[in-house]
Each structure stands twice: as structure tokens, then as C-alpha cells.
């Protein structure tokens, strides 16, 4: 549905749209929020990240950003 979509595509979209998606890495015990505010997650895919949320953590392995 999203493809190869990034977080640059949804700034670029939705110019009045904030987006935070809140993930929790269970390996290192942190919370990761990702944004489309400041730039610094641009280039995450959109499919990288649904795959991070803790909504998915059931249905999809545990994934290493380092």
C-alpha cells in the first residue's frame, strides 16, 4: 500500500500534517519516535518503520537498526 514511500514523501505530501509513530526496541530497552518534523528520519521507509511499532511485534521478527 505505501511501497517505497518515506517519511520525506509524507512532509512533502502532507505539508500541514504532523506524523510521530512511537516504536519500543525490545533489544536495548528504548523508545524510538519517528517524525516527520526535523528531517532526521527522511529516508526511513514507511514500511521499515510499520514494521518497528510494537503493534507488529507478534506478527513479524524483532528487527536490527543497530
Given at each position: 500500500m505505501v511501497g517505497d514511500q518515506t517519511i520525506k514523501d509524507t512532509r512533502e505530501r502532507y505539508k500541514n500534517t504532523s506524523m510521530?509513530?512511537?516504536?519500543?526496541?525490545?533489544?536495548?530497552?528504548?523508545?524510538?519516535?519517528?517524525?516527520?518534523?526535523?528531517?532526521?528520519?527522511?529516508?526511513?521507509?514507511?514500511?521499515?518503520?510499520?514494521?518497528d511499532t510494537s503493534a507488529a511485534m507478534f506478527y513479524f521478527p524483532i528487527r536490527n537498526h543497530g
Open positions: 510521530f509513530v512511537p516504536c519500543y526496541n525490545l533489544t536495548q530497552g528504548k523508545i524510538k519516535v519517528y517524525d516527520n518534523i526535523d528531517g532526521t528520519d527522511d529516508d526511513i521507509k514507511l514500511t521499515d518503520i510499520s514494521l
